[in-house]
């Protein structure tokens, strides 16, 4: 098979304009939407990053909402100028739900920055329980897995139960009166008036999360921070070399692949689509040319983003 040359795509591949604000959008942006309610990690990983006051001097808005699919339709319809939400732990592995989203639901976004976020987790009850009285833990289904190891040690037999979200589930154990407990973090504790039963109870200290930043722009690729793009690539059909079909045209022109990732394409089952993120902007000219290539063979292309890469932790935060 040739990889070194294809005809121009009938489609664009990045069809959306390029912003021409001086500042990245998430810094510019005087709305953001985040995974709520209020105590979320994905709120303390957004006030770690962004201050509630824009470079030009207006108060930034920080607007949460309740799951993933109100958080990013938010942005999609423009309610907001950018949100936020997690796309993969360190230990979970990919947040399914911001993935399915962006491949298959919303077809105006982009990804437009990433961070990591270091994920410290505490067992929060109300004041007066201890941890010897705990009948049920609640929290993400993300957070109860990074701590799974820490719960069968140290409350064994105890009921888990699942929530929308951490804060959502500090929220809950904060008004009931049952001897509840619930995994979240240091603001979410504060916030709802609960008190630290243990902390740091995750089951890797290392944990951390990536979250990316939503726009309906380009971000700018003039920036001299390394970068990093994300497509989604849909194979006709499940066959010998199918996944070859793509990845050679990326080895051929020496493009390091990061991430590579298959979902189900929701139309049978069996049929997947595959996530790739690869080092380098969008604009570069071994990827422009890869893509083009990967358009003449596959039924579909996507481009997510193309952005700059989020700076490995150098230390913990809480």
């Known amino acids: 098979m040739n990889t070194m040359s294809c005809d121009p795509p009938e489609r664009p591949l990045t069809r959306w304009a390029v912003?021409?604000?001086?500042?990245?959008?998430?810094?510019a942006a005087v709305t953001v939407g985040f995974l709520g309610p209020s105590g979320t990690f994905t709120?303390?990983?957004?006030?770690?990053?962004?201050?509630?006051?824009?470079?030009?001097?207006?108060?930034?808005k920080f607007l949460p909402f309740s799951s993933m699919p109100e958080t990013i339709e938010a942005v999609s319809s423009g309610e907001v100028d950018c949100a936020i939400v997690p796309i993969?732990?360190?230990?979970?592995?990919?947040v399914s739900a911001t993935i399915d989203m962006l491949a298959h639901e919303v077809d105006n976004l982009q990804i437009v920055r990433e961070v990591r976020h270091a994920?410290?987790?505490?067992?929060?009850?109300?004041?007066?329980?201890?941890?010897?009285q705990i009948t049920k833990v609640i929290s993400h289904p993300h957070a109860n897995g990074q701590c799974r190891i820490w719960l069968r040690r140290n409350l064994p037999g105890v009921e888990i139960e699942a929530a929308n979200s951490t804060a959502n589930a500090v929220e809950k154990v904060s008004l009931s009166p049952e001897p509840w407990a619930a995994i979240g973090n240091?603001?979410?504790?504060?916030?709802?008036?609960?008190?630290t039963l243990a902390a740091d109870i995750e089951d890797h200290k290392d944990n951390e999360t990536r979250f990316i930043f939503l726009a309906r722009q380009?971000?700018?690729?003039?920036?001299?921070?390394?970068?990093?793009?994300?497509?989604?690539?849909?194979?006709?059909?499940?066959?010998?070399g199918a996944l070859?079909?793509?990845?050679?045209?990326?080895?051929?022109?020496?493009?390091?692949?990061?991430?590579?990732?298959?979902?189900?394409?929701?139309?049978?089952?069996?049929?997947?689509?595959?996530i790739v993120d690869m080092e380098g902007k969008v604009d570069d000219i071994?990827?422009?040319?890869?893509?083009?290539?990967?358009?003449?063979?596959?039924?579909?292309?996507?481009?997510?983003?193309?952005?700059?890469?989020?700076?490995?932790?150098?230390?913990?935060?809480?």
């Open 244 to 274: 070859l079909l793509i990845l050679q045209e990326f080895a051929f022109r020496h493009i390091n692949l990061t991430k590579i990732e298959s979902r189900p394409s929701k139309r049978r089952l069996g049929d997947y689509i595959f």
């Open 186 to 195: 240091r603001l979410a504790g504060t916030t709802y008036g609960c008190e």
């Open 88 to 94: 993969e732990n360190s230990i979970e592995g990919s």
């Open 19 to 27: 912003s021409s604000l001086t500042e990245p959008l998430p810094v």
């Open 119 to 132: 994920i410290r987790h505490c067992l929060l009850a109300r004041p007066g329980v201890t941890l010897d």
């Open 286 to 318: 071994p990827i422009a040319d890869a893509l083009r290539c990967l358009c003449c063979k596959l039924p579909r292309v996507t481009v997510l983003g193309s952005y700059p890469v989020g700076r490995p932790l150098t230390q913990g935060t809480s």
């Open 43 to 60: 709120e303390e990983a957004l006030r770690a990053t962004l201050d509630q006051q824009t470079p030009n001097g207006r108060v930034r």
């Open 218 to 240: 380009r971000e700018r690729q003039d920036s001299f921070e390394p970068y990093k793009t994300s497509v989604v690539c849909e194979i006709a059909k499940d066959q010998p």
